[in-house]
């Protein structure tokens, strides 16, 4: 592509992220007195914007197949501005929609690495903006008793009060992990790490369409310092593609149990995330015994019946004091079978740390340091060394496996109540599972806005 074509796109994405930094200045102020006014909302509009600039330097690269990281330096930047409105229709009930305009693209159109190396990269770029409706949603709260407690304003939520002891039920489109495998430290792109096997469990194979979203239902039950949440959602047309099943024929079944504590007097919680997906699906092991009779590259599109996926996962947060956080998370995916939406990974465990400027004066900065570990099956490796391709991966051989080992280090500053600046390293050693190519050395700066 020209170099012209290359700037007229980064000029236009700034100017977008300008315009929308420039009005958010304006708004932002009258939203927070807004806000302030009242502590129960009928209505509120919040917005953000982020553009992302990541890039990585040229690795060794022996070979390369359809779904490798090319060796040769590269860098890919996206964009995107959100509005979030929302209505109280009644007591205890909120509307939300969220328009959004995306554009840009992930490095080498979301490919190459199994924990991809950032958040904010959809499996669909596109060079023009485009609108879309990501979350449109109903969401009803029943008090059963407990403290009551305030509930501040958010993208996603209407300032107002709640008790400790409560029902809450979510239905229409909008994110599986807008209500699973929530963490502090670790599951939002725009605030804090980027890694895509860092802010999810990696093996959280959710439902979704190639943008992340789904139509689906949740309930929720917290009594006391537990929570149990389970979810029914619609899977994707065939495995990793941009339309839903349109009959709901293919499904997944999400369920967790989280229970909060206090540690030293510090609080802190633990959760376990399961999943069932039922859906067409190939077994590599079919797909190899099919590519050797048909002299042919394995290819799962090919042995796709209906049957059933699980995995589960565990999510560790812990407040350590001064500023200090940790989280960990330990995931299983059934290897024998083709993840269905998000990345491939049958195993995968990551841990990390986040501290919060104020020890150093800066009460709005947040630095943060993660490692995570990301493995596949015998029956997964087999199938990448035949020549098959997954999700996000396939050099088109696999001579020797090893796990895909990621460190991810941050730094996000804070130049207005409402505008952050990050600085963000990945190195990712062993990308795609294998130890000829890499490693490989990602660097990405990120703007984000929120009012």
């Given at each position: 592509?020209?170099r012209?074509?290359?700037?007229?796109?980064?000029d236009?994405?700034?100017?977008?992220l300008?315009?929308?930094?420039a009005?958010?200045?304006?708004?932002?102020?009258?939203?927070?007195?807004?806000d302030?006014?009242?502590a129960?909302?009928?209505f509120?509009i919040h917005g953000?914007?982020?553009?992302?600039?990541q890039?990585?330097l040229?690795?060794p690269?022996?070979?390369?197949?359809?779904n490798?990281?090319?060796?040769t330096?590269?860098?890919r930047?996206?964009?995107?501005?959100t509005?979030?409105?929302?209505?109280?229709?009644?007591q205890g009930?909120?509307?939300?929609?969220?328009?959004?305009?995306?554009?840009?693209?992930?490095?080498q159109?979301?490919l190459?690495?199994?924990?991809?190396?950032s958040?904010?990269?959809?499996k669909?770029?596109?060079?023009?903006?485009?609108?879309r409706?990501?979350?449109l949603?109903?969401?009803q709260?029943?008090?059963?008793?407990?403290?009551s407690?305030?509930?501040?304003?958010d993208?996603?939520?209407?300032?107002?009060?709640?008790?400790e002891?409560?029902?809450?039920?979510?239905?229409?489109?909008?994110a599986?992990?807008d209500?699973?495998?929530?963490n502090?430290?670790?599951?939002?792109?725009?605030?804090?790490?980027?890694?895509w096997?860092?802010?999810?469990?990696?093996?959280f194979?959710?439902?979704?369409?190639?943008?992340g979203?789904t139509?689906?239902a949740?309930?929720?039950w917290?009594?006391?310092?537990?929570?149990?949440?389970?979810?029914?959602?619609?899977?994707?047309?065939?495995?990793?593609?941009?339309?839903?099943?349109?009959?709901?024929g293919q499904f997944?079944?999400?369920?967790?149990?989280a229970?909060r504590?206090?540690?030293?007097g510090?609080?802190g919680?633990v959760?376990?995330?399961?999943?069932?997906s039922?859906?067409?699906?190939?077994?590599?092991?079919?797909?190899v015994a099919l590519?050797?009779?048909?002299d042919?590259?394995?290819?799962t599109?090919?042995?796709?019946?209906?049957r059933s996926r699980?995995?589960?996962?565990?999510?560790v947060?812990?407040?350590?004091?001064?500023?200090?956080?940790a989280?960990?998370?330990a995931?299983?995916?059934d290897?024998?079978?083709?993840?269905?939406?998000?990345?491939?990974?049958?195993?995968?465990v990551?841990?990390g740390?986040?501290?919060?400027?104020k020890?150093?004066?800066?009460?709005?900065?947040?630095?943060?340091?993660?490692?995570?570990?990301?493995?596949i099956?015998?029956d997964?490796?087999?199938?990448?060394?035949a020549?098959g391709?997954?999700?996000?991966?396939?050099?088109?051989q696999?001579?020797?496996y090893t796990?895909?080992?990621?460190?991810?280090?941050?730094?996000?500053?804070?130049l207005?109540?409402?505008?952050h600046?990050?600085?963000?390293?990945q190195?990712?050693?062993?990308?795609?599972?294998t130890p000829?190519?890499?490693?490989?050395?990602v660097?990405a700066?990120?703007?984000?806005?929120?009012?």
């Amino acid at each position: 592509m020209a170099r012209a074509d290359v700037r007229h796109r980064g000029d236009l994405r700034l100017s977008l992220l300008a315009r929308t930094v420039a009005a958010m200045a304006l708004i932002a102020p009258v939203a927070a007195r807004a806000d302030d006014a009242s502590a129960a909302q009928d209505f509120a509009i919040h917005g953000q914007a982020t553009l992302t600039d990541q890039g990585y330097l040229a690795f060794p690269s022996p070979y390369a197949g359809g779904n490798s990281l090319p060796g040769t330096a590269q860098g890919r930047e996206t964009f995107d501005a959100t509005l979030f409105i929302g209505v109280r229709p009644w007591q205890g009930a909120e509307i939300w929609a969220a328009p959004e305009i995306d554009q840009g693209f992930g490095l080498q159109n979301t490919l190459g690495v199994a924990g991809f190396p950032s958040g904010e990269a959809y499996k669909v770029g596109r060079t023009n903006p485009y609108l879309r409706f990501d979350r449109l949603f109903l969401r009803q709260t029943v008090d059963v008793g407990g403290a009551s407690s305030k509930i501040d304003p958010d993208l996603m939520q209407l300032g107002g009060s709640q008790t400790e002891n409560r029902l809450v039920f979510t239905v229409g489109r909008f994110a599986v992990t807008d209500v699973f495998d929530g963490n502090a430290y670790a599951h939002d792109p725009r605030h804090d790490f980027l890694n895509w096997t860092l802010i999810d469990a990696g093996t959280f194979d959710y439902a979704a369409d190639a943008w992340g979203y789904t139509v689906g239902a949740a309930a929720e039950w917290y009594q006391g310092p537990w929570t149990l949440r389970a979810g029914l959602f619609d899977l994707s047309e065939v495995p990793n593609s941009q339309k839903l099943d349109p009959d709901l024929g293919q499904f997944q079944i999400v369920a967790e149990a989280a229970r909060r504590y206090s540690l030293a007097g510090k609080d802190g919680s633990v959760a376990v995330t399961g999943f069932l997906s039922r859906g067409r699906m190939g077994l590599f092991s079919d797909a190899v015994a099919l590519g050797e009779a048909e002299d042919e590259t394995p290819d799962t599109a090919k042995v796709r019946h209906y049957r059933s996926r699980p995995g589960v996962s565990l999510d560790v947060q812990q407040d350590l004091g001064g500023g200090f956080g940790a989280f960990a998370r330990a995931g299983w995916a059934d290897g024998h079978v083709e993840p269905y939406e998000f990345t491939d990974v049958d195993e995968s465990v990551s841990g990390g740390l986040s501290v919060n400027g104020k020890r150093w004066g800066r009460n709005n900065d947040t630095v943060g340091l993660a490692g995570v570990v990301n493995a596949i099956s015998k029956d997964h490796q087999a199938y990448l060394a035949a020549g098959g391709l997954g999700i996000l991966v396939g050099d088109g051989q696999l001579p020797r496996y090893t796990t895909e080992n990621i460190l991810e280090t941050y730094y996000d500053i804070g130049l207005k109540s409402f505008l952050h600046l990050t600085i963000d390293y990945q190195f990712v050693d062993h990308p795609a599972y294998t130890p000829e190519r890499g490693p490989v050395s990602v660097f990405a700066v990120r703007l984000h806005a929120q009012f």
